[in-house]
């Protein structure tokens, strides 16, 4: 019964301690760092806010969107976004149990935003 008790040694101990400390998947948000996400081609998927003042700020992502390939779509208002200050956002990694849904979408927005002008 004492083996059930002892401590763990270092390899499990160290891989139990790194799954449990696992950064959860989020929305990544700001102009800056989803402009760099964008550059680095980690980005999946960009939505853009459409009541941006000065409008100059986000105009350029639509081409750096399109020169990478990486999907856009702007939406009605910063509201939407659910976040309070944010005019961008993207995805970087989904959920496995959401992959399906988010492959739809990412079709619908395509075919609605990116190949709709070329």
């Known amino acids: 019964m004492l083996l059930n008790y002892r401590p763990e040694d270092k390899a499990p101990r160290k891989e139990h301690?790194?799954?449990?400390?696992?950064?959860?998947?989020?929305?990544?948000?700001?102009?800056?760092h989803v402009t760099y996400l964008i550059e680095q081609n980690k980005?999946?998927?960009?939505?853009?806010a459409h009541d941006v003042d000065p409008i100059e700020l986000?105009?350029?992502?639509?081409?750096?969107?399109?020169?990478?390939?990486?999907?856009?779509?702007?939406?009605?208002?910063?509201?939407?976004?659910?976040?309070?200050?944010?005019?961008?956002?993207c995805f970087t990694t989904v959920?496995?149990?959401?992959?399906?849904?988010?492959?739809r979408i990412l079709e619908a927005i395509k075919a609605n935003f990116n190949d709709k002008y070329d």
């Open 43 to 48: 980005a999946q998927l960009v939505i853009i």
């Open 17 to 32: 301690l790194l799954k449990k400390a696992k950064k959860p998947i989020v929305v990544k948000y700001g102009l800056n």
């Open 95 to 103: 959920k496995s149990e959401d992959k399906l849904e988010f492959s």
């Open 58 to 89: 986000v105009v350029w992502l639509l081409a750096l969107c399109r020169k990478v390939e990486i999907p856009y779509c702007i939406v009605k208002g910063k509201a939407c976004l659910g976040v309070k200050s944010a005019s961008v956002l």
